[in-house]
């Protein structure tokens, strides 16, 4: 009996060496428990350290990112301000180049309508050609003068342009209306020239084609867009005839690097062109 140990377990008798597996089963589930523990804080960890690399990773393709913006902001910038100044030098140019030409030439008419009354109707119509000419230089300039054009500013340019092309002649009658001008919505230069340069192709072709007695310009911003029409009660034309079937395709093409495109009617009651480029404020 002193070889024997009895332990009373709810009524079960254990001997010594059944404790002894009893303890080592415990030690060993406890040590399992711990096993599993320890990889599953290493699991937890080596999935945080993941984690936080995949976030570092992706902060830095931010900031990367972040960064090739601001630089490519700052090279847009300096483009657009030496472009700016190339501007401003090819408009000085014309200025004092091709301007003071311009009116030099028109100078000597005025005195030659006045002294040779003979061909005095060849040189007023020469004479004031090249005042078109001149006048056509003058917004060029403008327009190349400016960083940027608000649309009040090139709806007032518009005008004036359109006045000065009507001083002194009654027909065809001139209607100008503009709806919204703003000086929050503006325009690049670029578009600008195009806008003017569409202009005034469509009146000539008016004034040489279609024997009108009325010409409506109108100019509509309604952002997100801006409508230019042009319109007409003459003869009409067909355009896949048309002769000046060149022009037409050029007004389409600046409209088309204006993001925008235009539109043509034409009958016996006249010709509509409008033009729709986007705008933002």
């Known amino acids: 009996m002193a070889n024997i140990i009895l332990v009373n377990l709810n009524a079960v008798y254990l001997t010594v060496p059944d404790i002894l597996l009893l303890r080592i089963a415990l030690t060993a589930q406890v040590l399992l428990i711990s096993i599993g523990w320890i990889f599953r804080q290493k699991e937890i960890r080596?999935?945080?350290?993941?984690?936080?690399?995949?976030?570092?990773?992706?902060?830095?393709?931010?900031?990367?990112?972040?960064?090739?913006?601001?630089?490519?902001k700052i090279s847009s910038l300096r483009?657009?301000?030496?472009?700016?100044?190339?501007?401003?030098?090819?408009?000085?140019?014309?200025?004092?180049?091709?301007?003071?030409?311009?009116?030099?030439?028109?100078?000597?008419?005025?005195?030659?309508?006045?002294?040779?009354?003979?061909?005095?109707?060849?040189?007023?119509?020469l004479r004031d050609f090249t005042r078109d000419i001149n006048q056509n230089l003058r917004e060029t300039i403008w327009i190349l003068n400016k960083k940027e054009v608000t649309c009040s500013q090139f709806a007032l340019r518009l005008?004036?342009?359109?006045?000065?092309?009507?001083e002194g002649q009654q027909y065809?009658?001139?209607?100008?209306?503009?709806?919204?001008?703003?000086?929050?919505?503006?325009?690049?230069?670029?578009?600008?020239?195009?806008?003017?340069?569409?202009?005034?192709e469509a009146i000539a072709n008016i004034i040489k084609h279609a024997q009108a007695d009325e010409i409506v310009v109108e100019l509509r911003i309604n952002p997100p867009q801006l409508n230019l029409v042009i319109k007409d009660n003459g003869i009409g034309f067909d355009p896949e005839k048309s002769s000046y079937g060149f022009g037409l395709e050029n007004m389409r093409k600046r409209a088309a690097e204006m993001g925008g495109g235009m539109d043509l009617k034409s009958g016996n009651s006249g010709t509509e062109i409008q033009v729709i480029i986007p705008v933002t404020t």
């Open 172 to 200: 065809p009658q001139l209607t100008w209306h503009c709806s919204n001008p703003s000086e929050n919505i503006i325009l690049s230069p670029e578009v600008a020239v195009h806008l003017m340069r569409l202009t005034q």
């Open 46 to 72: 080596d999935t945080q350290d993941k984690q936080t690399l995949l976030y570092l990773e992706q902060q830095k393709a931010f900031w990367d990112a972040e960064r090739e913006l601001q630089e490519l």
């Open 79 to 125: 483009i657009s301000n030496e472009l700016h100044v190339q501007r401003e030098h090819l408009a000085r140019d014309l200025h004092d180049g091709i301007g003071s030409q311009l009116t030099h030439i028109i100078s000597r008419l005025d005195i030659l309508s006045i002294s040779d009354n003979s061909q005095q109707k060849q040189l007023k119509q």
């Open 159 to 166: 005008h004036g342009y359109l006045q000065n092309l009507w």
